[in-house]
């Protein structure tokens, strides 16, 4: 079984049961008032995995969802086997700033975000309502859950993951960097990092087919 960032259209390619959650706040989903850090996503998402009993599990997120795939790996549950990191935020490096995410509109956070930004950004206008009150639902509950996209206390957890973890960069990413994946790497015993040359902060959009190869060799998918 595996946790994916881009959706059970891949359960076929890699031969995988797919669970993809919502985060709680995140497209009209209440959220709990005590709810309010990676952190205690992922003690919740540990509490799922008890709750149906899953072993052998795969975690993968991206951005926010990969701080949150790091936290489970720290939390050391034996559900879990293998951790992958895509591109995500969290981890404070010296010099390496994560952009500011609040400050910026739809046009310049699409601008960080992908390697070909004029083929893959998305004007909101032309979205229908419901979508657009959905991402402005989803940016309040980002606000609380990543607030400055980091957290200096990360760091210290790193080193205690136990599991095989992938960590997946794209080299155009500007929301963090690559030598924020080159941290993380570096701080998990057993982590390698891969870098996709043509992709951004969203290579689950731009080099889907590449990321679920890396995903599927990574996790022995057959």
Do not use: C
């Not at 890699?14 to 709990?32: K, M, Q």
């Not at 952009?99 to 956070?109: C, G, K, N, Q």
């Not at 190869?213 to 990574?218: A, C, K, R």
């Amino acid at each position: 079984m595996t946790v994916l960032p881009w959706g059970a259209d891949v359960s076929a390619a890699l031969d995988a049961e797919v669970i993809v959650p919502v985060h709680p706040g995140f497209n009209g989903t209440p959220r709990p008032e005590e709810l309010r850090t990676p952190r205690g996503l992922a003690e919740l998402y540990v509490q799922l995995l008890d709750t149906l009993g899953l072993a052998g599990v795969t975690v993968v997120g991206n951005s926010i969802g990969g701080w949150i795939a790091a936290e489970i790996g720290a939390l050391r549950s034996s559900r879990v086997s293998r951790v992958v990191i895509v591109d995500a935020v969290g981890l404070v490096v010296p010099d390496h700033p994560y952009a500011d995410f609040f400050s910026l509109t739809p046009a310049e956070v699409a601008a960080r975000s992908y390697h070909d930004p004029d083929r893959f950004s998305v004007d909101p206008s032309k979205l229908p309502p419901e979508v657009r009150a959905a991402m402005v639902g989803n940016r309040a509950a980002i606000g609380v859950y990543g607030a400055d996209m980091s957290d200096p206390t990360l760091a210290s957890r790193l080193p205690s993951i136990d599991l095989p973890v992938l960590v997946v960069w794209g080299a155009a990413d500007r929301i963090g960097d690559p030598e924020v994946g080159k941290a993380y790497a570096e701080l998990i015993p057993d982590a390698r990092l891969e870098v996709i040359s043509e992709a951004g902060h969203l290579p689950q959009i731009e080099a889907p087919s590449l990321l679920t190869e890396l995903v599927g060799s990574f996790a022995d998918f057959r």
